[in-house]
């Protein structure tokens, strides 16, 4: 039996962690999400509506942050798990080109920490760290943001598919600092 495309895609994203030698400060990040374990195995979806959900989530995150002038910032750069060096999973070519669309440019975690010197504290990171079915047509879905120590917050979205779209019926706030 011949998988997809899609679904090579999102087996070859989940099954493939990048790893950084470069380290930052992320406490205050690491301490204020928790320190649950996450694993690739959160993502309990098919391909095609983890794609449509993430560059939902992702959308939404860029558009509605409290980062300090957001925009100005060189790129944005994008992970699931985390954006922590040592536990992010960058997206994969077609995901990225969803969003090729958003300005300023979207990169991936790898570019930012094989250009860290360059870059620290010129990008603003964002991220899922859970995507999860609650029923046949309902998701929800854990992400957030990081600018800084003192600016990064974490969401919930309850996604609702109506009519075959996905579609952002609830975000909550469950930390900020």
Not at 7 to 26: A, E, N
Not at 146 to 174: F, K, P
Request: charged share 25%.
């Amino acid at each position: 039996m011949m998988l997809s495309t899609r679904k090579c895609i999102l087996v070859f994203v989940l099954l493939t962690v990048s790893m950084s030698v470069f380290g930052q400060d992320w406490d205050a990040f690491i301490s204020a999400w928790g320190s649950e374990e996450v694993s690739a195995d959160t993502f309990l979806m098919g391909p095609d509506d983890s794609m449509e959900l993430a560059e939902l989530t992702f959308r939404n995150l860029f558009a509605n942050n409290k980062g300090v002038k957001p925009r100005k910032s060189k790129y944005y750069i994008i992970s699931f798990l985390h954006c922590a060096p040592h536990k992010y999973i960058d997206p994969d070519g077609p995901f990225m080109a969803t969003l090729q669309d958003v300005r300023p440019k979207v990169r991936k975690a790898s570019y930012y920490y094989g250009n860290e010197e360059k870059l620290y504290g010129e990008v603003m990171f964002f991220f899922i760290t859970e995507m999860r079915l609650t029923g046949k047509d309902s998701a929800v879905i854990k992400g957030g943001y990081y600018q800084n120590d003192t600016i990064c917050a974490g969401h919930l979205y309850h996604m609702q598919r109506i009519d075959g779209v996905w579609d952002i019926r609830r975000v909550s706030v469950e930390w900020v600092l």
